[in-house]
C-alpha cells in the first residue's frame, strides 16, 4: 500500500492577488498541520483589499483549519486550492464544476457547498473521498 490518501480541496472565491505569493495557501497537508504550518498573515498591501475580499481569506483560512483537525489521526492529506474567481483559469475551473455563485468549495471534483460553508456536509465528502480512496489502495 502506498503513502497517505490525498484529498483535494478547491475552495472558490475572490482573493487579494498577494495570496498567490505564499506557498501555505495552495497546500495543506495533515502532515504540516502536526508541525505547526498555518496561513500567512496578510500584507499590509493585502489588507487594502475591500472587506469582502478579507473575508474571503478568511473563510478559507477557516475552512483549511477545520480540514487540518479533521484530517489529523486519520493518515489522511488534504490540499486546498484557493480558486480565485476573477483570474482566468479559476474562471474555466469554476466552468468546468457548475459553480455559479461566487463562493463554492469543491471535493475531488465535486461541488459540496456553495454561498456559505456547510460545515457538515463538507467534513462528510472529504471522509467520504478518503474512504473511497482506502478501500481502493
Known amino acids: 500500500m502506498g503513502g497517505p490518501r490525498t484529498v483535494r480541496v478547491q475552495v472558490f472565491d475572490v482573493y ?18 502536526a508541525a505547526g504550518a498555518e496561513f500567512c498573515e496578510l500584507s499590509d498591501q493585502a489588507l487594502e483589499y475591500p472587506p469582502d475580499v478579507i473575508k474571503s481569506h478568511e473563510r478559507a483560512a477557516r475552512i483549511a483549519e477545520f480540514l487540518a483537525r479533521e484530517a489529523r489521526g486519520m493518515g489522511l492529506n488534504v490540499e486546498v ?6 483570474s482566468p483559469g479559476g474562471l ?3 466552468l468546468r464544476h457548475g459553480v455559479l455563485g461566487r463562493f463554492a468549495v469543491v471535493v475531488d471534483g465535486r461541488k459540496v457547498c456553495e454561498g456559505e460553508v456547510d460545515w457538515a456536509r463538507l467534513r462528510e465528502a472529504v471522509i467520504a473521498r478518503w474512504r473511497m480512496g482506502s478501500a481502493s489502495g
Open 92 to 94: 474555466l475551473k469554476a
Open 16 to 33: 487579494p492577488t498577494t495570496l498567490g505569493h505564499c506557498p501555505h495557501y495552495n497546500l495543506f497537508a495533515s502532515e504540516m498541520a
Open 81 to 86: 486550492e484557493m480558486v480565485n474567481l476573477v
